[in-house]
């Protein structure tokens, strides 16, 4: 009991405060409290430039901008729909096409690309012709995050409206868009005209201005992303021989996965032929059976202590069958990582969402290495090691100190143990017992090395 109230005790008042709010966001919660405390900035920015006027309306360039942090697009990528303001037809697109082309029945000679009042848009594919392709389109629909990469985290698409405005003052914005990234999980707010947008010359001596620009501001919430968690967290160190296990249901509970066919149960004969059998719902995950049934599991090693430093490794276990994660990334908070020395086969971006605060770390995969994480299987893992640097003034292992604050996997929030249930440093007394009999053996294998000789 003595253990238990000093591990609640040591939960530092910012960690507290997190908590608190987390469960009064979940109380409070609307389609407009979007907020992710690590980026608090972070949203999705749809930008509409008209660049021409035709005989019956525009032609725009619309560019998906990726300004979050952490969270990606991953296939099979993006959907942007929105909602006509008048009767307007969409004649042509580049680099972009609609999934539907609606009813155009009425039209003679030139059909329209597409006639609904709710149109929904996706990126092309990879090895599109060029004559179909604008920049920064025709990636599937992926985009990375803004830390990750940076050159990648756009997307653009050339759209010719008709029956439209043909000057500033006709022209109507269009209203209610969604995106879906690529399921549910984005609120966008309402679209806004702002200042022109400028446009510079491939040799930069000329600068061009769109005729109108509109804005969409688009934020994602875990919570409208899916009902149940998706990634968990598991603990272990050097100086305890518990390994603390994901929490039990974190992401479901197995009997009922089993019962609804999305989970595979290893020890059972006719696995292999789950794992064989057609995929209705590819979008669906068809996770290993486990006691937490998450599609994956984060595992911190608190692994050596030198005398200046110490060392953890990081392993990330994908247990979906139908899903290879391209471009994954870790965030991961501790209060040492102000003084992180080295990471081994993961890339490092320190991020300061509390300003002068080091504390939280960005990881991802080294390009063409371990950037791919593969589905459930012999190579469904990652891992790697980070050295730190100890802190005369904070460092300790007692208390759960080592291990960390919060893990997001790919933007989610991963599910950690309670605070009670980590492994702690044995005790003094303990150690001291530990320490005796280790010299107890010594003096008694020298005492019948003498009696041999």
Not at 11 to 30: T, V
Request: overall charge positive; aromatic content about 12%.
């Amino acid at each position: 009991m003595g253990f238990f109230r000093k591990a609640i005790a040591s939960i530092k008042f910012r960690g507290f405060i997190n908590i608190l709010a987390l469960f009064l966001f979940c109380l409070n919660f609307s389609v407009s409290d979007a907020y992710d405390a690590l980026d608090p900035n972070g949203n999705i920015t749809v930008k509409w430039d008209v660049i021409s006027w035709t005989s019956d309306g525009y032609t725009a360039v619309v560019t998906i901008f990726n300004f979050q942090k952490y969270r990606h697009i991953q296939a099979p990528g993006w959907k942007l729909g929105w909602t006509w303001a008048k009767k307007e037809v969409v004649w042509r697109m580049v680099g972009g096409q609609t999934t539907e082309q609606g009813d155009c029945s009425k039209f003679k000679g030139d059909i329209p690309h597409c006639c609904k009042k709710d149109p929904t848009v996706v990126d092309l594919l990879p090895g599109t012709p060029y004559n179909q392709q604008i920049a920064n389109c025709c990636r599937g629909g992926i985009i990375s995050s803004w830390v990750q990469d940076r050159e990648n985290a756009v997307s653009a698409f050339q759209i010719t409206v008709g029956q439209a405005g043909t000057s500033n003052k006709t022209v109507q914005v269009p209203e209610n868009f969604t995106l879906k990234a690529p399921g549910p999980g984005y609120t966008c707010g309402p679209t806004k005209i702002v200042k022109q947008s400028t446009f510079i010359t491939s040799d930069k001596r000329r600068a061009t201005q769109a005729l109108m620009t509109w804005n969409i501001s688009c934020t994602y919430s875990q919570f409208l992303a899916q009902k149940a968690p998706t990634c968990c967290v598991s603990l272990s160190s050097f100086y305890n021989d518990t390994i603390v296990n994901c929490p039990a249901c974190t992401c479901g509970c197995r009997n009922s996965l089993i019962q609804s066919g999305t989970c595979v149960d290893l020890d059972s004969p006719h696995w292999a032929s789950a794992l064989s059998s057609p995929r209705k719902n590819s979008d669906t995950p068809l996770v290993r059976c486990t006691s937490h049934m998450c599609p994956i599991r984060v595992h911190w090693h608190v692994k050596l202590n030198y005398k200046e430093y110490w060392r953890v490794k990081i392993t990330i276990t994908n247990f979906n069958y139908r899903m290879n994660y391209t471009q994954w990334n870790l965030v991961a908070q501790h209060p040492n990582f102000d003084n992180l020395t080295q990471t081994f086969s993961f890339n490092y971006k320190a991020l300061t969402p509390y300003g002068s605060i080091n504390d939280t770390a960005m990881l991802w995969g080294v390009k063409y290495y371990n950037d791919l994480l593969m589905e459930a299987g012999p190579s469904g893992s990652v891992q790697s090691e980070l050295l730190f640097q100890k802190e005369k003034t904070t460092f300790t292992f007692k208390e759960g100190w080592a291990f960390p604050r919060r893990i997001y996997f790919n933007g989610d929030n991963c599910v950690m143990p309670p605070p009670d249930a980590y492994p702690y440093l044995p005790s003094a007394s303990s150690q001291t017992v530990i320490s005796m009999r280790n010299i107890l053996t010594i003096l008694t294998s020298l005492v019948l090395l003498l009696a041999y000789d």
